[in-house]
């Protein structure tokens, strides 16, 4: 598959893990002008807040939530509707949550919708299993039997009776679900390491051109750009790759 170079920066999905709304400021001016995704996770959000989810907004980034909400389904549908009114364009929950669950979260983003009509309907994706579970500790810990691969097509396929529109899942894992839940449901693929890389705390990992070879829809890259000497020409060269 070739894109172009629009095409390359809208499927890279940058994790702004960083402490505190300086200093994630600071990487998003370094970044000014490539039309990529911005996911701001726990770390930020809980430090910055909303607000910054709106500034990024403001300035014309697609924003991905990424808080993982996993609670009681009424608990979800409220935090499903707060967050849609914030304008996000993707946000997940938990999957181990169960259908009603993430049914609830689904009946939360309409509520808000049918509230505000200028409002546009996020991406509502379920996290099957962290790009960090090994075969071991799935089964050993978590209590999971089988394979990592079938725990997370078995958490896709729930995902999509429950209504929500893809998940999160290693780039191994893509294509499986593509098979069992149809080439539109969307998988958003962290543990994207460019060649030579640090691993860091991944086990299930791709560069990002064999993650896109395997038919993922959004690649989630951190480290490999936040940490970097220079972000934005480590976020170019991955473009370059994809193109």
């Known amino acids: 598959m070739k894109l172009n170079r629009e095409q390359a920066a809208g499927r890279i999905m940058v994790a702004l893990d960083y402490p505190d709304a300086a200093s994630a400021e600071a990487l998003v001016r370094s970044l000014e002008g490539i039309p990529c995704f911005m996911k701001v996770g726990m770390q930020l959000y809980y430090a910055a807040g909303p607000d910054f989810v709106r500034s990024l907004k403001e300035r014309g980034y697609k924003v991905f939530l990424d808080l993982k909400m996993h609670d009681i389904p009424n608990t979800v549908k409220g935090g499903a509707n707060s967050i849609t009114k914030l304008g996000v364009d993707v946000f997940n929950v938990h999957a181990a949550g169960g259908v009603q669950m993430m049914k609830a979260a689904m009946e939360g983003v309409e509520q808000a919708l ?130």
């Open 114 to 243: 049918a509230g505000d009509a200028k409002l546009q309907p996020p991406l509502v994706i379920a996290v099957t299993q962290l790009t960090s579970t090994s075969q071991q500790v799935l089964n050993e810990e978590i209590g999971i039997g089988g394979s990592v691969q079938d725990a997370v097509v078995r958490y896709a396929q729930l995902a999509k009776e429950a209504g929500l529109g893809g998940v999160v899942a290693s780039p191994q894992e893509v294509q499986l679900i593509k098979a069992a839940c149809g080439t539109e449901f969307r998988t958003i693929t962290p543990g994207i390491r460019p060649a030579g890389a640090d691993l860091n705390d991944q086990t299930r990992i791709m560069t990002p051109s064999q993650a896109l070879q395997q038919g993922t829809d959004y690649m989630v890259i951190g480290r490999p750009i936040t940490a970097a000497a220079d972000p934005r020409q480590a976020l170019e060269s991955i473009i370059e790759e994809l193109i």
